[in-house]
């Protein structure tokens, strides 16, 4: 469990993607993720776009050999089954957790961005003819450039809720929970990062996991 923790830090923070913060989380009170022990867990991204479940789950998965992919194991030779046979199929595979990740919402939000100003620089003696001595034209040119102004504008950030879970299939409960919401988002990749990483962060802070 300890090597498994160290890779995943290791992985999350090498993320590249910084707007994405944990909004709300919950944990069992009587369990922690690390009393778990874990040896085989499945990864599940409950999205409805086929290549971008893959994609996270492969993202989470390479952290580490113990994370298993659910395409794997649930497709469309078993969707059909009950939740129990389903259980079932996992727990024949010596599966003792499941994460999963989804999207709960995503908003449009729209902010104001004032526009700025910059000032005529006239300087004073010192500064005119002092500081100009030994620079070029360029930086002489710039004491008398005029006033510019750039006007604000409208911007429109599109904001991302998920919805992150790890369950023990030994007891068949909910251990941990976690709702992220990311901005800004250019790639799937380092935004599920992002999200693993401030659920570790989370869960360091509740005591799920052990401290650093």
């Not at 409805?48 to 659910?70: C, G, L, Y």
């Not at 078993?78 to 999207?103: P, S």
């Not at 809720?161 to 929970?177: A, G, P, R």
Request: with cysteine; hydrophobic share 35%.
């Amino acid at each position: 469990m300890r090597k498994y923790l160290s890779l995943l830090v290791i992985l999350f923070l090498a993320s590249c993607s910084s707007n994405t913060v944990i909004v709300s989380s919950w944990r069992d009170p009587k369990i922690t993720v690390a009393q778990e022990h874990f040896k085989k867990v499945l990864v599940v991204a409950l999205v409805k776009d086929e290549a971008s479940r893959r994609t996270t789950e492969n993202r989470i998965a390479a952290s580490n050999p113990v994370f298993k992919t659910s395409y794997q194991y649930m497709n469309g030779t078993n969707l059909h089954l009950t939740k129990e046979q389903q259980l079932k199929i996992l727990q024949d595979e010596n599966f003792d957790g499941v994460i999963t990740m989804r999207l709960v919402s995503k908003e449009k939000e729209t902010s104001y961005v004032p526009g700025t100003y910059t000032g005529m620089y006239y300087g004073g003696f010192d500064g005119m003819y002092t500081g100009m001595y030994g620079y070029g034209f360029g930086n002489w040119y710039g004491m008398y450039s005029p006033n510019f102004y750039d006007p604000g504008y409208y911007q429109e950030t599109t904001s991302y809720m998920v919805e992150t879970n790890i369950f023990s299939l030994k007891d068949n409960k909910l251990i941990w929970t976690g709702t992220t919401k990311s901005e800004y988002v250019t790639d799937l990749g380092q935004t599920v990062d992002a999200i693993m990483q401030a659920a570790v962060k989370e869960m360091r802070k509740d005591g799920s996991l052990p401290p650093k």
